[in-house]
């Protein structure tokens, strides 16, 4: 087995965990989210907790993916045509993964000051 085969097969395996957070999270989130409707007293914000706990499993899955693409880049395939790939591949992700914050947010990135009291002025 050469050096590029051995990395090939490491970012395979960063590849499939990336995939297995975003399943085996979305299936976690979605029994929490069926075991909050079914108490009535969690019932009122599960909807809001399930959208929250996607959003936050799918951008570290696409983390986990980009790590994997950055090592095939440098260490496997270095070439112009890949880099070039590779920063598509990251400026798509980048989006995807603002857009995402955002949702789970329910606010831009730099208007969240706007959510939090400013100190000293919480209630005794």
Same mark, same amino acid.
């Given at each position: ?11 395979? %395996?960063? +590849? ?12 976690? @989130?979605?029994?929490?989210? %069926?075991?909050?409707? @079914? ?13 929250? $706990?996607?959003? +936050? ?6 983390? &986990?993916?980009? &790590?994997?693409? *950055?090592?095939?880049?440098? *260490? ?6 890949? &880099?070039?790939?590779?920063?598509? *591949? %990251? %400026?798509?992700? *980048? &989006?995807?993964?603002? $857009?995402?914050?955002?949702?789970? +947010? ?15 002025? +919480?209630?005794?």
């Amino acid at each position: 087995m050469t050096y590029n085969e051995y990395i090939s097969d490491i970012v395979k %395996v960063v +590849e499939g965990v990336g995939a297995a957070v975003m399943v085996v999270g979305g299936l976690v @989130a979605l029994l929490a989210y %069926v075991i909050a409707v @079914a108490r009535p007293s969690t019932r009122v914000d599960a909807y809001q907790r399930l959208r929250r $706990s996607l959003g +936050e499993i799918i951008l570290l899955g696409l983390e &986990v993916l980009i &790590v994997g693409d *950055i090592v095939r880049t440098i *260490i496997v395939d270095p070439t112009l045509e890949s &880099v070039a790939v590779l920063g598509l *591949i %990251v %400026v798509i992700r *980048i &989006v995807l993964s603002f $857009s995402l914050e955002v949702e789970v +947010e329910g606010t831009w990135p730099w208007s969240r000051w706007r959510l939090t009291p400013p100190a000293g002025n +919480e209630d005794p």
